[in-house]
């Protein structure tokens, strides 16, 4: 019997307590579909870490803004199901829109700080609908651990300040940023990227391997890491910076001098496509 | 062994756990402490309903505002720990400020539209603050039922709405105001009043009973009961209304013309004590 998605929310908790009340640990991981190999790889990281692993598969409309690419995002639900299924994941919730926010919806997670940030600054409500997602999916999906991407760096850290400040009981789990043979990070939305678009892509990922290797040989002067950086982007015709930045790890403060804590992060328009990517400076990438 | 408050969330939440997996259900009663007949009806209610009752005693800092009676709320936890021994209650949750908004704590629930309306006029932030402690409470006390008293009528609405919207697993219940013998509303901040203040109070109740009376006599136009009950008020020398409002049992919007879905509200100053109180015109009260 092939992997079919639940759309019921209780149905889903159920089947999640009923695991947990046989000794069994629960994964989570929440995606918006059109899996690409960085979902498959926190879905494998689920399967090895936890008895069963449950994935949520949801364009939430919250965490788009107006103008943003809500209608074009890719959907393939049957697809998606049966990747999952051949990777060992034991349950697909995909809810409806109508189910998730019912008429009168009006209740919303906000963070302070943390989501005036990066993304946060270009994208306003942005964070606002993926902390009231997951803090629905968390309640639906009462999983021992849930999995996060590292590529989407602001949202690992608002999440995990979110499940700390809100005493959410699961543990976050954020796995390393999965890369094309080329070092562009792997996303849904690089389907929209042309053919000339793709080749110019691969600047995010050889602007922050140049900011690595230049704070790796004594260089902590943000601005001259900037400079470079902003140096690679614009080499190529069609990119558009949204922002290019150092910050600390955990407060996602912009840093004058950088440190063994700093991030290098950049969100990057190229052609229909908004890119982000981050690395550390130092440590593992 | 008498009823120690615990403070440890973790501990508070494997209690619970522990209480749910032997098959028995955990009922929540969240007090700000200084207990009277009114929580103890909820704990009651709980006792009756439930196989196991937790009490959480917190006066929550965030949904008191600046000049509001945060410094003054009165605080007794032993002797309520001891009444709450009494009634039956098995666990206390008693956590300290630091521990429920430690450092760089950012995460706040909001609702829209809801909160806008009634005390959340005159009291901004205040909702954000209730919704916000009462997310992080669920979190940590993952009980079967919660109960939150009618008196408080704003708070019973929104955060079942908060609950419905967020699909916090727990049913929610709502019970009847306790009453003094002369109809005043217990609540914690009566202490506050003055012997003069105090035989003032009753108006709220006199008010809210007059429009009652009226509407079951066939009055429906809602600027004639709100005329009624400004007067019945106004005649106290003390007195400062705050608000008084008819409104929906469930969108809080205010109405023209009354029906079996109104619900009279008000809030009142009287010295140092804001009072509050609620009544629907039609069915039980």
Redesign the interface.
């Known amino acids: 019997m092939s992997l079919q998605p639940e759309r019921d929310?209780d149905r889903t908790?159920g089947q999640v307590r009923d695991w947990q009340?046989d000794g069994l640990t629960v994964g989570f991981v929440p995606t918006m579909g059109a899996l690409h190999e960085g979902h498959l790889s926190l879905v494998k990281g689920s399967v090895d870490e936890c008895d069963r692993t449950v994935v949520s598969i949801y364009v939430n409309p919250t965490q788009f803004g107006e103008g943003e690419d809500l209608d074009e995002y890719p959907r393939r639900l049957d697809e998606d199901c049966a990747v999952l299924e051949d990777l060992g994941a034991n349950f697909v919730f995909a809810p409806s829109d109508v189910m998730m926010y019912?008429d009168?919806?009006?209740?919303?997670?906000?963070?302070?700080?943390?989501t005036d940030k990066l993304c946060g600054a270009f994208r306003p409500g942005h964070f606002r609908g993926v902390?009231?997602i997951v803090?629905?999916l968390f309640?639906?999906v009462?999983a021992d651990r849930a999995y996060f991407g590292r590529k989407d760096f602001q949202q690992s850290v608002v999440i995990r300040?979110?499940v700390?400040?809100?005493?959410?009981?699961i543990r976050i789990r954020v796995m390393p940023t999965i890369r094309e043979d080329d070092g562009l990070a792997m996303s849904s939305r690089n389907e929209y990227l042309t053919e000339s678009e793709r080749e110019q892509a691969t600047c995010l990922y050889r602007a922050l391997c140049e900011a690595r290797r230049l704070y790796n040989e004594g260089e902590t002067d943000v601005e001259v890491l900037m400079d470079e950086m902003e140096r690679i982007i614009g080499r190529e015709p069609d990119t558009e910076p949204e922002y290019i930045e150092i910050v600390d790890c955990e407060?996602l403060e912009s840093l004058d001098q950088a440190s063994d804590r700093a991030v290098a992060a950049l969100a990057v328009n190229l052609g229909e496509a908004r890119l982000i990517d981050n690395m550390p400076l130092a440590g593992e990438e």
């Open positions: 929310p908790r009340e019912p009168g919806y009006a209740t919303y997670v906000v963070q302070q700080g943390l902390l009231t803090s629905k309640n639906i009462p300040r979110m700390r400040d809100l005493n959410f009981p407060s």
